[in-house]
């Protein structure tokens, strides 16, 4: 009951030093409110543009390793040597034959290959930036292919390479305009007829372009061979991906990267002394690389924030010694009452944060208006995370600048404060 009385007090003594100069608190304020938009606008905008990119890489899948020719990163001296990667063998059928039969360490495993830009037709409709993907037994555990309508491809049709396919939502949107049911009608592509067996759901643009499953295609592998030449180690040929899904209980999937780099170095008959001809990749790395990027972005903005919130304390500083300054017969009257100096401290103080967190609340509205901005394909969205954030680094901040004048009125003597002018 104390703590809630002595808050309305300072609340109320705030109020009334807000609007007994009404711009010179405005002005005093004004850093704290740049410094709180200036850091949660940049924390808002890394956090949505992180969760962007990662929602984008989604269809990579999680927990996964993938083996291909090129790798995504360069090497530990940050020289990407291409020269060499150019002359490796791609994954073949055959290696992912032996994987599949061998491996211990992997939940799933397939293989994959795609080309782009495929033009697909059904009678007089056509689509010509389709992705046709070909895609062994497991491709929908490895990657993300949330059907919607129909199936995902039977194991039967995936080993007998039948002309069946799953189809992406702008896929259906177009070939199959006015809600026409796609199941079991037939689509072309390269000539050959398939049948459609299901539709993923709408994914929407990513901000890498259009996603990966509403322009797309899915056949099986078995099928993809049969129209486009892979694993023939031919300069033109579709190169093919091996992906692999490990095991909860095998932290960092270590125990299947070697698994993987030992078989297929036996298998394409490297000696000891020789380099790896093929790559082994993770989403993870790249996802690393993302994190540590926005975390530097992060740290600037904290910096920039950091200068004005420093303008701003001082402004709230200022505000308080000068309340002290004309409650000072109040103060006197107060501790010739008997109210003890924690009593005046933490008014003060109470009157400081108050006054602090008026600043910061404008400095969230400010980077809430900010999210109704067109920013193309990037949702931005300001968190609950970054709203307690905000809220706490300018309580803080009136905390701090508060502490100083709040002690100065507690240490003063009543009755000379009582006298005071």
Same mark, same amino acid.
């Given at each position: 009951?104390?703590?809630?009385?002595?808050?309305?007090?300072?609340?109320?003594?705030?109020?009334?030093?807000?609007?007994?100069?009404?711009?010179?608190?405005?002005?005093?304020?004004?850093?704290?409110?740049?410094?709180?938009?200036?850091?949660?606008?940049?924390?808002?905008?890394?956090?949505?543009?992180?969760?962007?990119?990662?929602?984008?890489?989604?269809?990579?899948?999680?927990?996964?390793?993938?083996?291909?020719?090129?790798?995504?990163?360069?090497?530990?001296?940050?020289?990407?040597?291409?020269?060499?990667?150019?002359?490796?063998?791609?994954?073949?059928?055959?290696?992912?034959?032996?994987?599949?039969?061998?491996?211990?360490?992997?939940?799933?495993?397939?293989?994959?290959? $795609?080309?782009?830009?495929? /033009? !697909?037709?059904? %009678? &007089?409709?056509?689509? @010509?930036?389709? =992705?046709?993907?070909? #895609?062994?037994?497991?491709?929908?555990?490895?990657?993300?292919?949330?059907?919607?309508?129909?199936?995902?491809?039977?194991?039967?049709?995936?080993?007998?390479?039948?002309?069946?396919?799953?189809?992406?939502?702008?896929?259906?949107?177009?070939?199959?305009?006015?809600?026409?049911?796609?199941?079991?009608?037939?689509?072309?592509?390269?000539?050959?007829?398939?049948?459609?067996?299901?539709?993923?759901?709408?994914?929407?643009?990513?901000?890498?372009?259009?996603?990966?499953?509403?322009?797309?295609?899915?056949?099986?592998?078995?099928?993809?061979?049969?129209?486009?030449?892979?694993?023939?180690?031919?300069?033109?040929?579709?190169?093919?991906?091996?992906?692999?899904?490990?095991? $909860?209980?095998?932290?960092? /999937? !270590?125990?299947? %990267? &070697?698994?993987?780099? @030992?078989?297929? =170095?036996?298998?394409? #008959?490297?000696?000891?002394?020789?380099?790896?001809?093929?790559?082994?990749?993770?989403?993870?790395?790249?996802?690393?690389?993302?994190?540590?990027?926005?975390?530097?972005?992060?740290?600037?903005?904290?910096?920039?924030?950091?200068?004005?919130?420093?303008?701003?304390?001082?402004?709230?500083?200022?505000?308080?010694?000068?309340?002290?300054?004309?409650?000072?017969?109040?103060?006197?009257?107060?501790?010739?009452?008997?109210?003890?100096?924690?009593?005046?401290?933490?008014?003060?103080?109470?009157?400081?944060?108050?006054?602090?967190?008026?600043?910061?609340?404008?400095?969230?509205?400010?980077?809430?208006?900010?999210?109704?901005?067109?920013?193309?394909?990037?949702?931005?969205?300001?968190?609950?995370?970054?709203? !307690?954030?905000?809220?706490?680094?300018?309580?803080?901040?009136?905390?701090?600048?508060?502490?100083?004048?709040?002690?100065?009125?507690?240490?003063?003597?009543?009755?000379?404060?009582?006298?005071?002018?």
């Amino acid at each position: 009951m104390f703590v809630l009385r002595q808050i309305l007090e300072s609340f109320r003594f705030a109020w009334r030093a807000l609007k007994s100069n009404l711009l010179r608190t405005i002005l005093s304020l004004l850093g704290v409110t740049i410094g709180i938009f200036s850091i949660i606008t940049v924390l808002t905008l890394v956090d949505s543009l992180e969760k962007g990119i990662k929602d984008s890489l989604n269809f990579i899948g999680s927990g996964v390793i993938y083996v291909e020719k090129w790798p995504w990163l360069a090497d530990n001296d940050g020289q990407y040597k291409w020269w060499e990667f150019w002359r490796r063998p791609t994954p073949s059928f055959a290696e992912y034959k032996t994987l599949q039969q061998n491996l211990k360490h992997a939940s799933a495993i397939c293989i994959t290959a $795609d080309r782009n830009n495929v /033009l !697909v037709k059904r %009678e &007089n409709n056509s689509l @010509g930036q389709v =992705r046709l993907v070909g #895609g062994s037994e497991n491709y929908d555990k490895i990657f993300d292919v949330p059907v919607e309508l129909g199936r995902y491809l039977t194991p039967d049709e995936l080993a007998a390479g039948r002309n069946v396919a799953v189809i992406g939502y702008e896929v259906a949107q177009a070939l199959f305009p006015n809600a026409e049911d796609p199941l079991g009608k037939y689509i072309k592509v390269r000539d050959v007829q398939f049948a459609v067996v299901g539709t993923i759901k709408k994914e929407g643009a990513g901000l890498f372009g259009n996603s990966s499953n509403d322009y797309a295609v899915i056949i099986p592998y078995n099928t993809f061979r049969k129209m486009y030449q892979t694993g023939t180690g031919r300069w033109n040929e579709t190169e093919s991906t091996i992906g692999i899904k490990g095991y $909860d209980s095998d932290v960092g /999937l !270590v125990e299947l %990267e &070697n698994e993987v780099r @030992g078989m297929l =170095r036996s298998k394409r #008959g490297l000696r000891p002394t020789q380099k790896d001809n093929f790559a082994i990749n993770r989403p993870e790395a790249v996802m690393a690389i993302v994190t540590g990027l926005f975390n530097g972005v992060s740290i600037a903005g904290w910096i920039i924030g950091g200068f004005a919130m420093l303008v701003g304390g001082f402004g709230i500083a200022n505000i308080m010694f000068v309340s002290v300054k004309e409650r000072t017969p109040l103060i006197g009257l107060q501790k010739s009452v008997g109210a003890k100096n924690y009593f005046i401290l933490s008014q003060f103080l109470f009157e400081a944060v108050f006054l602090s967190m008026i600043g910061g609340l404008a400095g969230l509205l400010l980077t809430y208006a900010i999210t109704f901005l067109p920013f193309g394909s990037l949702e931005v969205t300001l968190s609950f995370k970054n709203i !307690v954030l905000g809220l706490g680094v300018a309580s803080v901040i009136g905390l701090i600048s508060g502490i100083v004048p709040a002690a100065v009125a507690a240490r003063m003597d009543p009755v000379i404060a009582i006298r005071a002018t």
